[in-house]
């Protein structure tokens, strides 16, 4: 019944990070296999992080409240250690807070992460399974000629996005979608720890940019000092001052004065972030391999934090239902047809048919691919169009995706279509098969 929620996050785009992105229809498959001897020793050990990437469990309703908090917080931290080379030059500019800057990825250097951007024409929010498609394992070259218009879809992403690649692996109704999700903490986000408000006025007030501190003022520090106390990891931060969230990775540690209150500047919790660090070449973002290459770091891990600080910029902590065991883990599912109407497998349809149609998940698809078959079973067509799709987006519309003159030549009453989903949850699905009847 998951799915249903949906349509309440449609609700909630006003406030959204990143900007749609292009039809995704002309995206090319990845080149094929070429030279990437120049690149080679750039990225340090990148077989190692994808295997390590693939070991993640798929969540489910027999996992402890840990390991389900466990799971979120590695496949962000996965997101924010993408090690990858791009064999194309990488140029845009993003705005935040009104303020402009320029991104130069260039061709030769090692990155750690996905860049950040927001309100970019072309951005949407990229993901692991978006980019390993064009990826090369052996040498960490990641195919962005091959990406064409995809590639910032791809390989960008911003604060809440990035951290949702985490709370989607476990959670598939816990209604963030944009920064205006956290003004009436929809679905399964609830507050942490004793600081209370009253929703509607955080609502009102979401556009002053002053309303998590007005919170924070009204509960007074050592309530708030007591919340920030009861964090755990897979838990987040959301601050309107900075219009930025983090997600904690460790279990708080609180260190009290004489008196038993919380001494705030010696309290902390360590947090993952997506953040703008790395995308303007600034040296201090740039680490040491062990082999001896520089890595661009554009996200952060395990950043150690005061409760202090977290107080004067501003952050009240929330959590997910399923991490606090009142919303049980649903395994993933995909259809294709409409939200609450799927298409029975077999039902028999033309092209033009299915291109009116929409894919769906129970977690976000980040990953479509379609497959032609013969009466066999034999492939004859095999492609991903490439997602533009958000970390929040239900729905998949097969208009722009699936490529009808190619396909029109295969569409003869005996060969099938299969669709296959990537969902957010790590599930690789079949959403969808059937014969192909000609026009």
């Known amino acids: 019944m998951k799915r249903f929620i949906a349509a309440i996050l449609c609700l909630l785009s006003v406030f959204s990070l990143a900007a ?57 931290k996965a997101n924010l250690t993408f090690q ?47 980019a390993l498609y064009y ?27 990035g951290a949702m690649q985490g709370w989607n692996r476990v959670s598939n109704s816990h209604g963030l979608s944009t920064m205006g999700s956290y003004t009436q903490y929809k679905s399964n986000i609830v507050p942490v720890g004793p600081y209370t408000y009253e929703v509607i006025d955080y609502k009102s007030k979401f556009n002053s940019r002053t309303s998590t501190t007005e919170i924070i003022e009204k ?3 050592q309530t708030m000092f007591e919340s920030y106390g009861c964090m755990l990891p897979a838990d987040g931060l959301y601050s309107a001052p900075s219009w930025h969230v983090m997600m904690c990775c460790s279990k708080a540690e609180v260190v009290r004065n004489s008196d038993g209150t919380i001494n705030g500047d010696a309290s902390y919790i360590y947090l993952h972030e997506q953040g703008a660090k790395g995308t303007n070449r600034a040296n201090e973002y740039t680490k040491m391999q062990d082999n001896g290459v520089g890595i661009q770091m ?22 997910l239902k399923e991490f606090l065991g009142e919303d049980p883990v649903e395994p993933g599912e995909a259809w294709i047809g409409t939200q609450t109407a799927p298409v029975e497998n077999g039902t028999a349809m033309t092209l033009k048919e299915l291109v009116t149609k929409s894919a769906f998940g129970n977690y976000v698809p980040c990953y479509l691919e379609f497959v032609v ?5 034999t492939d004859l067509v095999r492609y991903n169009p490439g997602l533009s799709t958000q970390p ?7 208009m722009g995706l699936l490529d009808v003159e190619r396909l029109s030549p295969y569409a003869n009453g005996k060969n099938t279509i299969h669709i296959y989903i990537q969902l957010a949850n790590g599930e690789y699905l079949e959403a969808f098969n059937t014969v192909l009847k000609a026009d």
Request: proline share 5%; hydrophobic share 30%; net charge negative.
């Open 84 to 130: 990858w080379t791009p064999n194309k030059d990488i140029q845009y500019t993003y705005e935040l807070l009104d303020k402009y800057t320029d991104v130069y990825l260039p061709t030769g250097k090692a990155y750690s992460g996905f860049a950040y951007a927001t309100g970019v024409e072309g951005a949407t929010s990229g993901t692991i399974y978006k």
């Open 219 to 221: 509960n007074g520090v």
């Open 20 to 76: 749609c992105g292009n039809d995704s229809s002309s995206t090319p498959e990845p080149t094929e296999k070429k030279d990437y001897s120049k690149y080679a020793g750039i990225v340090a050990d990148p077989v190692t992080w994808v295997e390590e990437f693939e070991k993640l469990p798929i969540a489910n309703a027999n996992m402890t409240t840990d390991e389900l908090r466990q799971l979120a917080c590695d496949a962000f």
């Open 373 to 377: 078959k013969t009466p066999d079973g």
């Open 298 to 319: 554009m996200g952060t891990v395990d950043r150690k934090v005061t409760f202090q600080k977290l107080l004067d910029s501003g952050y009240i902590p929330f959590t």
């Open 392 to 398: 929040w987006d239900y729905e998949v519309p097969l």
């Open 135 to 161: 990826y090369d394992r052996e040498t960490g070259v990641l195919d962005v000629e091959a990406m064409g218009d995809n590639a910032l879809n791809a390989i960008t992403s911003a604060c809440s996005a």
